[in-house]
């Protein structure tokens, strides 16, 4: 593969891995209040009231997609995003196992996401040799 096609295909990736958290920030979290990220939250047993830590969040993740879109700070964001990723996966596990067998759940959606963080290493790497 030529360098100019490892960076084409790392470019297509973050679009991606960028397009899954600004949405995921802004529609079930700074949109739409989802009853799951209320649920999700106050399974932590924290008392942590959702409709701040939620849009919270929301904005984080919003904000870590434009990053990643735009190739700023590297590859850093990318392991954040994939550090992110495994911690919400575990985090749902734990606090709301219920989830882990509905329709596009943690696992269906983050472990192909996760992929993409991956790809993004080792083509922007593999463009660099």
Not at 12 to 19: Q, S
């Amino acid at each position: 593969m030529s360098r100019q096609d490892a960076l084409t295909m790392a470019r297509w990736c973050r679009w991606m891995l960028a397009l899954v958290f600004i949405y995921h920030g802004l529609v079930p979290k700074l949109l739409f209040l989802s009853p799951v990220e209320v649920q999700m939250v106050e399974a932590a047993g924290l008392g942590l009231d959702a409709r701040v830590v939620s849009p919270l969040a929301g904005l984080a993740e919003v904000v870590l997609g434009l990053v990643i879109l735009f190739g700023w700070l590297g590859r850093w964001p990318v392991l954040a995003a994939g550090l992110g990723l495994v911690g919400l996966l575990a985090y749902v596990a734990v606090f709301t196992p219920m989830l882990l067998i509905e329709a596009f759940n943690p696992v269906s959606t983050n472990l192909p996401v996760l992929l993409l963080c991956v790809l993004i290493f080792r083509l922007e790497q593999s463009a660099e040799s």
